[in-house]
Nanobody, 116 residues
């Protein structure tokens, strides 16, 4: 079965960096696009970054452009989110997502807290 397992979250000071990982299994990872979303308390879940399957084309939310980088390692079936210059407003639970034949799969999420 499809599984997405996020890791790498934690507490970081403003201006710091974190790298999130999402290990995928149960499907042909290289054939599918992957996304990172986040959900802050009291807010809707929002798209943070997207990476396509073949060319690895990327798109980002305006709020993270220039600070976050999404990448993938198809040999390891893993997608990453490198987060730099973190701000307090980046505090949220971060989820990875994929969609296979109209079925959406989510990981369990990893908490990122940016605070001094």
């Amino acid at each position: 079965q499809v599984q997405l397992v996020e890791s790498g979250g934690g507490l970081v000071q403003p201006g710091g960096s974190l790298t999130l990982s999402c290990a995928a299994s149960g499907f042909t990872f290289s054939s599918y696009a992957m996304s990172w979303y986040r959900q802050a308390p009291g807010k809707e879940r929002e798209l943070v970054a997207f990476i396509s399957s073949i060319r690895g084309s990327t798109t980002y939310a305006d709020s993270v452009k220039g600070r976050f980088t999404i990448s993938r390692d198809n040999a390891k079936s893993t997608v990453y989110l490198q987060m730099n210059s973190l701000k307090s407003e980046d505090t949220a639970v971060y989820y990875c997502k994929t969609q296979l034949r109209s079925v959406t799969y989510w990981g369990q999420g990893t908490q990122v807290t940016v605070s001094s």
